[in-house]
């Protein structure tokens, strides 16, 4: 069974304008799914949709058999589906350890010991544990996004843009954090503007167009495909 | 009776005429103006003492309240109209507290808490009380035609369509060139004017003006009035003054047969059917009767658009 | 003589300023999680009062109790309250809350003026007699009410720094979204932020009326000065309402040395209207635009 399956997806955020016109995605337990395409074509839009902070008008979006299209975001991250928005996607007020905290909120065990945990898996938030999120440089915020989402042991995580604004250097560190990530047994749903990049670490990629996916293969025959080298990839 | 009706729609005229005022700013540029009693108080002070101190007509009068209203509404918004929309509502609520404040205690402009008695009323002194009722009648229907016009265009104008685009978007009309600061000051300044034209009919009109008239829950019944008619549209002003009117004389006549109820509940429980009504229109009518026109853009989407 | 004037002003500042605090922090918490000004913080202090009164005065309880059941009275009654009358409004934007929390304002002020008449009414507390200590005049009273401001105070500020449901409504004052996706239930949150605030200002209510009467216009008369402390420290920081609580306590304890008491309110206004030009988003505000 897909660890996500959506199929025919309709949404958008009015009740008259659908960015969505029907999407077919799947996700299979392990990989990192790459989700190119132009700007406006519904990547973000579909990962809201997923997290529940878009209702979905017509469709389904099924994880491990169940549909939670529509749920309330809370009840979606209990089932393991986490979601890093691209913008706002730390507490700026807060400290790195009470992002972390708040990270935890569903966590039921030990909370103390898996923030610990966390913090010595990422050791540039280990020393900044004290200092506020807004304080952080591009890189790091992203990190503790990250980091905040992972407490709560997901299955699946879904990131938006996680290199958007960061330095090239920055930006493939970035990604190979995101490896790593899914290296520990997490699948990844990975929406990128740099194609090339997230190519290198993704098992399989959608190329959407317009509110639809229009290509989907994997890594290895998007890399190859004439048509995405030279809309996506520069040659 | 017909003395009676005459007074109440002579009410309902002076209230329509506050309800416009409020319309230009709440209902059509979107600016939360709290101070409706104070203009109206410095509408009626102003208008009271110039004809009482300096035997002014009460033409002049009423033109000097109209400018010393705006006037007051462009001091108190200049500092404030740059910042968020709620400061605004506070420091206009603070402002009518403080006219308040003035009217009670500098006894020797106002006469403090005695209030100024004796103001003159149009041919007062010729006609028995109900032929000055229909004078009176009169002057307010022109007045309020006059400011109808006003306001109507207003609306029509390019001027009116760029309030409105302030009240739903703000950024998109400051993106767009235009500086709001100079449209909402203005707006502000005309509102305020309309509301002390408001101030000055009632006080040629009852002839008795004190600070205890002017408290903020008069504020409040505009608000009524202007929600429950269609806010942003000046007909519903006029309409929702006549629903106002209708409820709270009714009330008064229900609420004194209800036995075993003193003067203080009575007057309680009208005010507490007041504030009940606003939120009951606002939660089940926010279109009021006459809804301002078909709305084009959804306001949905701020549902569900995070804020930053 | 002048000297020590002003020593008893400065202190009658302090006093009146905490007591301001615990109202403006309710205020502030409530726009940092709902992000509207609840004009309702005026009647729920009225509310705590009168329920401090009842409970003290008619059933006889120690003034703690009393405090306790203000506390807790106008909590509810800021819960109760705003489920019914101002969430389902939550969508129209924040002015429009603002205006219903006026007229709920309105409403709950006139149900208790309904019950309990508009006489001034006091707490069954003994009279004492001021302390002198070295020429200034201290109400024990006062002292009371500056002990159980500070106590809660300090007990506000702990909850926050602390604990996982003060984190919680950090969480959501600060970004919504973000919380609701980390399990965090806003709408829990806003139930939580309502009643401590509504809590706040009712506590804040009944203090301030132990000082003069239990009467429907508790609230009202602090309304501005409340806006102030907060508006001052910057709408939805709370060691702002503090900072503001005291600026505006002392500004207007101060200025009765120069003007005529019954302009005190209008002090709260002007110093509005100076901190606001300024410094548009207050000493500890972010978001000022």
């Known amino acids: 069974m897909s660890i996500l399956a959506v199929e025919g997806l309709i949404a958008g955020y009015t009740a008259s304008d659908m960015v969505l016109k029907g999407v077919d995605f799947r996700v299979e337990e392990g990989e990192i799914v790459g989700v190119f395409g132009p700007n406006g074509a519904g990547k973000s839009t579909l990962l809201k949709a997923i997290a529940g902070l878009i209702k979905p008008r017509q469709g389904s979006i099924r994880t491990g058999g169940e549909d939670i299209g529509g749920r309330h975001p809370t009840e979606i991250a209990k089932r393991g589906v986490v979601f890093v928005p691209q913008e706002a996607n730390v507490f700026n007020a807060m400290s790195v350890e009470e992002n972390l905290e708040i990270g935890a909120f569903l966590h039921s065990g030990d909370r103390s010991r898996i923030i610990g945990k966390m913090l010595s898996r990422f050791p540039e938030l280990q020393a900044k544990r004290k200092a506020k999120a807004r304080s952080l440089s591009g890189g790091q915020r992203q990190v503790l996004a990250m980091a905040m989402a992972l407490i709560v042991e997901p299955h699946l995580m879904l990131l938006d843009e996680p290199s958007a604004g960061l330095s090239p250097i920055a930006s493939e560190r970035l990604l190979d954090v995101v490896h790593e990530i899914n290296r520990h047994g997490v699948t990844v749903v990975l929406v990128e503007q740099n194609v090339r990049a997230a190519l290198r670490i993704a098992t399989r990629g959608y190329i959407f167009v317009d509110g639809r996916n229009s290509v989907e293969g994997s890594a290895h025959e998007l890399a190859s495909d004439p048509d995405v080298r030279r809309k996506f990839l520069g040659h | 009776m017909v003395n009676y009706l005459i007074a109440m729609l002579v009410t309902v005229g002076i209230y329509a005429v506050l309800a416009l005022g409020l319309n230009v700013t709440w209902g059509m540029a979107g600016i939360a103006n709290l101070g409706l009693a104070g203009f109206m108080a410095v509408g009626a002070y102003t208008t009271a003492l110039v004809t009482k101190t300096f035997g002014f007509s009460i033409a002049a009068g009423m033109c000097l309240a109209v400018f010393a209203s705006a006037a007051l509404g462009i001091l108190v918004s200049v500092g404030t109209l740059r910042l968020r929309g709620d400061y605004l509502a506070i420091v206009t609520l603070g402002f009518a507290e403080i006219v308040r404040l003035i009217a009670s205690n500098e006894t020797w402009l106002t006469n403090g808490t005695d209030g100024i008695a004796g103001i003159s009323g149009p041919w007062r002194g010729q006609l028995s009380p109900v032929q000055f009722n229909w004078v009176y009648l009169g002057v307010t229907a022109a007045l309020l035609a006059v ?75 505009i608000f009524l009035a202007l929600t429950v008619g269609g806010t942003g549209n000046n007909y519903g002003a006029l309409f929702g003054s006549l629903v106002l009117i209708a409820l709270l004389e009714g009330s008064r006549f229900v609420f004194a047969t209800v036995p075993a109820i003193n003067a203080v509940q009575l007057a309680a429980a009208r005010e507490m059917l007041i504030g009940l009504g606003l939120l009951l229109v606002l939660r089940f009518a926010p279109e009021g009767l006459i809804p301002e026109r078909p709305k084009i853009f959804t306001r949905a989407a701020t549902d569900i658009t995070p804020r930053n | 003589m002048a000297g020590l004037e002003i020593v008893q002003s400065l202190i009658n500042g302090v006093v009146y300023g905490t007591l301001l605090t615990l109202p403006a922090m309710g205020l502030t918490i409530i726009y940092a999680v709902l992000r509207f000004p609840s004009f309702a913080v005026a009647a729920h202090a009225t509310v705590g009062a009168f329920a401090g009164y009842v409970a003290n005065a008619v059933f006889g309880m120690p003034l703690l109790l009393a405090f306790a059941a203000g506390f807790l009275v106008s909590g509810l009654v800021g819960v109760l309250s705003d489920e019914a009358a101002l969430k389902p409004l939550r969508g129209r934007g924040p002015l429009t809350v603002a205006i219903a929390s006026i007229a709920l304002t309105i409403v709950l002020e006139n149900v208790l003026r309904f019950a309990f008449g508009n006489e001034l009414r006091g707490y069954d507390v003994p009279l004492q007699r001021d302390w002198m200590i070295s020429g200034i005049r201290i109400g024990p009273q006062q002292v009371v009410n500056l002990v159980v401001s500070v106590v809660l105070m300090l007990a506000i500020f702990a909850f926050f720094k602390f604990t996982r449901a003060g984190k919680a409504m950090r969480a959501v004052a600060d970004n919504p979204m973000l919380a609701s996706i980390r399990g965090v239930d806003p709408n829990m949150v806003r139930r939580f932020a309502n009643f401590f605030g509504m809590a706040l200002a009712g506590l804040g209510g009944m203090l301030i009326a132990l000082d003069t009467s239990v009467n429907p216009l508790v609230g009202f008369r602090i309304m501005l000065p409340i806006f102030a402390a907060a508006i001052v420290g910057g709408m939805g920081s709370v060691p702002g309402a503090v900072v503001g609580g005291l600026t505006i306590g002392i500004a207007e304890q101060m200025s009765l040395l120069v003007i005529p008491p019954i302009y005190r309110t209008a002090v709260s206004f002007g110093v509005i209207m100076i901190v606001l030009t300024i410094r548009p988003a207050g000493f500890f505000g972010e978001r000022g635009n």
């Open chain 2, 147 to 221: 400011s109808l016009l006003v306001c109507q265009l207003l609306a029509r104008a390019p001027y009116g369509r760029v309030l409105r685009a302030i009240r739903d978007d703000e950024t998109l009309v400051s993106v767009a060139g235009k500086s709001t600061f100079r449209f909402k000051l203005q707006a502000m300044a005309i509102g305020a004017g309309i509301m002390g034209l408001g101030g000055a009919m009632y006080a040629h009109y009852i002839s008795y003006i004190s600070p205890d008239v002017f408290r903020s829950l008069i504020s409040l019944y």
